[in-house]
């Protein structure tokens, strides 16, 4: 399963905690003062279409690398992929995503930074986990579309 957010939406030091190099830190609102004073605009926040093009885009680029999703949350601030093993480096993958979204936004009007750097990776090493992965980001979907948590 991978994860990135959209540019300004989820800074380290988030009182919600943030991932560092495959490591969660806890709230630092020093930090998150510091980043967000250091940021070069305002946030990003998907509206619908944006989040309907980065979801086609994501699902043409997998199928584009052979890569199989068995789950994609696209949201306003954040995206969830949950996909099969290819022979890539999971950097490659995630730049390949990025870069896709990234052009299909510029076309229809997206102008600026659209992606905080970097990703977070969590690997499936058992169907019980992949299960687990794949039902928290179809939540996402439920929480995104209904509002339901």
Same mark, same amino acid.
């Given at each position: 399963?991978?994860?990135?957010?959209?540019?300004?939406?989820?800074?380290?030091?988030? $009182?919600?905690?943030?991932?560092?190099? @495959?490591?969660?830190? /806890?709230?630092? $609102?020093?930090?998150?003062?510091?980043?967000?004073?250091?940021?070069?605009?305002?946030?990003?926040?998907?509206?619908?279409?944006?989040? *309907?093009?980065?979801?086609?885009?994501?699902? $043409?680029?997998? *199928?584009? *690398?052979? &890569?199989?999703?068995?789950?994609?949350?696209?949201?306003?601030? %954040?995206? %969830?992929?949950?996909? @099969?093993?290819?022979?890539? /480096?999971? @950097?490659?993958?995630?730049?390949?995503?990025?870069?896709?979204?990234?052009?299909?936004?510029?076309?229809?009007? %997206?102008?600026?930074?659209?992606?905080?750097? !970097?990703?977070?990776?969590?690997?499936?090493?058992?169907? $019980?986990?992949? &299960?687990?992965?794949?039902?928290?980001? *179809?939540?996402?979907?439920?929480?995104?579309?209904? !509002?339901?948590?």
């Amino acid at each position: 399963m991978i994860t990135w957010t959209t540019y300004g939406t989820w800074l380290q030091g988030d $009182e919600r905690g943030y991932v560092k190099d @495959g490591k969660i830190y /806890p709230g630092n $609102e020093s930090l998150k003062q510091t980043n967000k004073q250091l940021q070069l605009q305002n946030k990003i926040r998907l509206s619908k279409v944006q989040q *309907q093009a980065v979801r086609d885009t994501i699902i $043409e680029e997998a *199928q584009s *690398q052979g &890569q199989r999703i068995y789950a994609l949350a696209v949201n306003a601030t %954040h995206v %969830h992929v949950v996909a @099969g093993y290819i022979s890539q /480096p999971m @950097g490659k993958i995630v730049a390949y995503y990025k870069k896709a979204a990234r052009l299909e936004l510029k076309a229809i009007g %997206h102008d600026g930074k659209l992606w905080t750097k !970097g990703y977070d990776k969590r690997f499936c090493f058992d169907r $019980e986990t992949l &299960q687990r992965k794949m039902k928290y980001v *179809q939540r996402q979907n439920l929480v995104q579309n209904t !509002g339901i948590k």
